[in-house]
């Protein structure tokens, strides 16, 4: 049964840090390419970050030098680490494999950026 299950979101001041994680269950995660994704109110969901199983990475242009992707192949975890965090950060953020799964799409955690 294939399952993500996202954690770490919360209410942070412009300018905070918070790291997101997400371990992915019934895939083969080590050879498998992952993503987080966020959707603002009124979006469209957007591809933030990815990972391949080799650790390459690449971002979005708005979060580029803010956030870092990595990822764990024993825990079958992939991490968002989230820098400089603005206002227009703030949304729900889900992980998925890129390009996304319908089956894999969770509940995602909420990222609010508020003074």
């Known amino acids: 049964q294939v399952q993500v299950v996202e954690s770490g979101g919360g209410l942070v001041q412009p300018g905070g840090s918070l790291r997101l994680s997400c371990v992915v269950r019934?895939?083969?995660?080590?050879?498998?390419?992952t993503g987080w994704y966020r959707q603002a109110p009124g979006k469209q969901r957007e591809l933030v970050a990815h990972?391949?199983?080799?650790?390459?990475?690449n971002y979005a242009g708005s979060v580029k030098n803010r956030f870092t992707i990595s990822r764990d192949n024993a825990k079958t975890t992939v991490y968002l680490q989230m820098n400089s965090l603005e206002h227009e950060d703030t949304a729900v953020y889900y992980c998925?494999?890129?390009?996304?799964?319908?089956?894999?799409w969770g509940k995602g955690t909420q990222v609010t950026v508020s003074s």
């Open positions: 998925n494999t890129q390009p996304p799964r319908d089956a894999l």
């Open positions: 019934g895939i083969i995660f080590r050879v498998t390419p």
């Open positions: 990972v391949t199983p080799g650790g390459s990475t």
